[in-house]
């Protein structure tokens, strides 16, 4: 059993910075493969970015040389580092990871981008 807990959400002005964080605990992380999804109000789940057990990443389109994944396998964390944040980033962010067919999620955690 993982449990995952994201943390570095807030309210940031459009431009700013956040970085999200999220930690394991239960498992060793690095056998995972891990990733940010996002959700809006009244929009579809979105995945935001993904980074697998050999550190390859992956992002979406929306976000691509704005967001950058990470992982500290010595932590047991996951990082999302959103730059250059825009209004239509606001969402719920969480954390998701995958060893198929074990897959576990994070609680999620508030990003709004707003003046």
């Known amino acids: 059993q993982v449990q995952l807990v994201e943390s570095g959400g807030g309210l940031v002005q459009p431009g700013g910075s956040l970085r999200l964080s999220c930690a394991a605990s239960g498992s060793i992380l690095y056998i995972y493969n891990m990733m940010w999804y996002r959700q809006a109000p009244g929009k579809q789940r979105e995945l935001v970015a993904s980074?697998?057990?050999?550190?390859?990443?992956n992002y979406a389109d929306s976000v691509k040389g704005r967001f950058t994944i990470s992982r500290d396998n010595a932590k047991n964390t996951v990082y999302l580092q959103m730059n250059n944040l825009k209004p239509e980033d606001t969402a719920v962010y969480s954390c998701?990871?995958?060893?198929?067919?074990?897959?576990?999620w994070g609680q999620g955690t508030q990003v709004t981008v707003s003046t």
């Open positions: 980074i697998t057990m050999y550190n390859t990443t």
């Open positions: 998701h990871a995958e060893d198929p067919p074990l897959e576990y």
